[in-house]
Nanobody, 125 residues
Framework: VQLQAFGGGLVQTGGSLRLSCAAS????????MAWFRQGPGKEREVVAA????????FYANFVKGRFTISRDNAKNTVYLEMNSLKAEDTAVYFC???????????????????WGQGTLVTVSS
């Protein structure tokens, strides 16, 4: 599965962005997906994850109530709706696919093998 993330850009504090990750391949709908981010000088960290059919999700504490992950298996796409953006949300955002098939959303980085190229989100104060 090849992944392509897009939708990043420059936004002011308090603004919103919607990231999309388009996947190629017919088996997209059996894998869990996630969004990670890597800020300047920081480790890559999980932001949100979703299981294969969208009925189970995970959110990092720092985005709960502000970000929403969703997927459309008919379109082979996973989304990240980001609201109330803060300067500390500035990072390159990556989408990723799980190594295997799981019932629940996977929050561990080690659970992912295919990664998109990343899309830059810059939040200005």
């Amino acid at each position: 599965v090849q992944l392509q993330a897009f939708g990043g850009g420059l936004v002011q504090t308090g603004g919103s962005l919607r990231l999309s990750c388009a996947a190629s391949g017919r088996t997209f709908n059996i894998y869990g997906m996630a969004w990670f981010r890597q800020g300047p000088g920081k480790e890559r960290e999980v932001v949100a994850a979703i299981n294969w059919n969208g009925d189970n999700t995970f959110y990092a504490n720092f985005v709960k109530g502000r970000f929403t992950i969703s997927r459309d298996n008919a379109k082979n796409t996973v989304y990240l709706e980001m609201n109330s953006l803060k300067a500390e949300d500035t990072a390159v955002y990556f989408c990723a696919k799980t190594k295997g098939t799981y019932i629940s959303a996977v929050a561990r980085r080690e659970g992912y093998d295919d990664w998109g190229q990343g899309t830059l989100v810059t939040v200005s104060s």
